[in-house]
């Protein structure tokens, strides 16, 4: 009987373990600044990210919310969402792709692990592929994700009009905290 019980334990534990390998969050941070000298910042943050990581195979999703992105001023809030993004027509940015060096990353081991991603994302209804370099920070049953990289706004369809050109980058820096939970 003995046995019959360390065994099913051991079975349970190593389906556990198989089972184990999702992380996920709906509360990352990601910000953006599009902003150029001497004129007032261009940027806004967003907490409505979602997030999920498969560690077994290195699959990474997020999405963003655009109506979520918070700025200091309500009428750049605006600007940014009726005539840049147009939120109403492409409501959310994703990019789904992969951890291309999973091999260099212990999720079993806390650390601070390099990580490179690649895939495709998609802002303003436009598809495009990237590749980010960031961190993966692992504490016992939490991954926090780290990146911070640019796009061009022209290569995502977004138009920048004459009267404001001199205020606004043509490239946009993206920085992303996602703290992953183990599901």
């Known amino acids: 009987m003995k046995k019959l019980l360390l065994t099913v334990g051991f079975l349970i534990a190593g389906i556990t373990v198989v089972f184990a390998q999702k992380y996920m969050t709906r ?22 990210m979602a997030n999920i990581l498969d560690a077994k195979t290195g699959a990474i999703i997020f999405e963003v919310p655009i109506k979520s992105f918070k700025f200091e001023r309500a009428l750049m809030q605006e600007h940014f969402n009726e005539n840049y993004m147009e939120s109403d027509k492409y409501p959310k940015s994703d990019f789904r792709g992969n951890i ?38 692992i504490e016992g049953n939490r991954i926090l994700l780290k990146a911070k990289f640019s ?19 043509r490239e946009a820096t993206i920085t992303l905290e996602s703290g992953l939970n183990l599901r």
Do not use: C, Q, R, W
Request: net charge negative; proline share 4%; no cysteine.
């Open 27 to 48: 509360t990352g941070k990601i910000s953006f600044d599009a902003s150029v000298p001497s004129t007032p910042e261009v940027k806004a943050i967003n907490d409505e």
């Open 100 to 137: 291309t060096n999973l091999g260099e990353i212990n999720f079993t081991k806390d650390g601070t692990y390099n990580a490179k991603v690649s895939g495709k994302l998609t802002i303003h209804g436009v598809t495009n592929e990237i590749t980010v370099a960031g961190t993966a920070t």
């Open 151 to 169: 796009v061009k706004l022209k290569d995502y369809n977004i138009s920048i009009p004459s009267i404001v050109s001199d205020k606004l980058s």
